[in-house]
């Protein structure tokens, strides 16, 4: 699975400021041939080594795009790549790169790898994107069917981060009570109108957030939830 991914996604990774090592090194993480500490490492190396801030916000969303077309296209893969974002978030301040886009971007004074800077809104984005091009878009056949499997990774994907009770990877981007309302909604459909892909989507939210979604439900300011903080 890993390897008919990669063939088919590589091109389009090449498109991002993503290093070919950084693929090689993901994909051998993914196949259990490294350790997530081992990869962690690797991955970072191409963004601490940037010549300039704009380099860094380059790479920076380059290592996050890799990171979440990964966790889409391949479900299974998950775990480990929310494992690596924990990891991240281990590491040290570093010294901010001078030059070509000084004093106009924001690293969080140096600790981008614990504040995992730009991983909101690129997770966002590419959430919202998943959304619109099954939900909004006009497809068939089989782009249809790739469609639906994104949008039902992209939500479980929303769920698993959610679960693991840190706030700056829960609540970055798409946090749960938005993947929830737009999946949700769909339940809610009279008629028999109800998309099966939906409530699947809906589903994973249920199969791996169920305490987070309960206490979104509650709206109960007092749980010991990421999402009451």
Known sequence: MAEEFFIKATPKLKGYCISEDQISTLKACI?????VEEATKALTAYPST?????QLQQRLGGLWTLLIMTAVGLVDAQPTIISIL???RTFPWEEEPTGEGEGFMDFDDGFFWRELTDWASNWADDYNHYGAQYLIENSEGKERERRQ???ISANTFA???ASTGDRIIALCGAALDTAGYITMEDL??????TDPTCIEAAAQLFIHATPELLCLVRADPNAKDIHSV
């Open 50 to 54: 940037s010549s300039t801030p704009l």
């Open 149 to 151: 499997a994104e949008w």
């Open 31 to 35: 196949e259990g041939q490294t350790t």
């Open 86 to 88: 924990q990891k991240i």
């Open 188 to 193: 809610e459909k009279k008629d028999h109108k």
């Open 159 to 161: 769920a698993r981060l």
